[in-house]
């Protein structure tokens, strides 16, 4: 059972840049596919990014590609998400997620654990 828990969100201007922390717990992160999700008010949760176990390979929702990073860590069982010259529409809640699959999905319900969420809002 894997435990994740988000950090790093907060109220920023407009072009700012922020960073996201997931620490898990309970088991180690270096045989997952991690990922980040996000929710606005009233929207579907959506794809931001993930990376493979090995941290060679990632993948971007076209809405974040160029201005936002993930990474990881393994030996700190914590995975980052970069986030540079932030939109008022990337205000939502940041989900971290966990996936034990072989195959890397960009789908939400492929993935197995999720963290509570961490609010931030871009204001314009």
């Known amino acids: 059972q894997v435990q994740l828990v988000e950090s790093g969100g907060r109220l920023v201007q407009a072009g700012d840049s922020l960073r996201l922390s997931c620490a898990a717990s309970g088991s180690t992160l270096s045989s997952y596919t991690m990922g980040w999700f996000r929710q606005a008010p009233g929207k579907e949760r959506e794809f931001v990014a993930c990376?493979?176990?090995?941290?060679?390979?990632?993948y971007y929702a076209d809405s974040v590609k160029g201005r936002f990073t993930i990474s990881r860590d393994n030996a700190k069982n914590t995975v980052y998400l970069q986030m540079n010259s932030l939109k008022p529409e990337d205000t939502a809640v940041y989900y971290c997620a966990a996936d034990d699959g072989s195959l890397i999905s960009l789908r939400a319900p492929q993935y197995d654990y999720w963290g509570q969420g961490t609010q931030v809002t871009v204001s314009s």
């Open positions: 990376i493979s176990w090995s941290g060679t390979r990632t």
